[in-house]
């Protein structure tokens, strides 16, 4: 096994990078997709809450 240097790693690792496709547009689905179910639970979940008058 031969040595590497770090910033040869490092240069392989951001060409990678760039090749990918959809990561940007998955992350931002999946981001998008968690908060719309916390918006909806918290909306559901808030007619269900006892008013103690």
Do not use: N, S
């Not at 951001?14 to 931002?28: H, K, M, P, S």
């Amino acid at each position: 096994m031969e040595h590497t240097p770090a910033a040869a790693r490092l240069t392989e690792a951001a060409v990678a990078a760039q090749q990918q496709g959809a990561g940007d547009l998955l992350r931002i689905v999946l981001v998008v997709m968690v908060l719309g179910c916390v918006l909806t639970a918290w909306f559901l979940l808030r007619g269900y809450k006892q008013k103690d008058d």
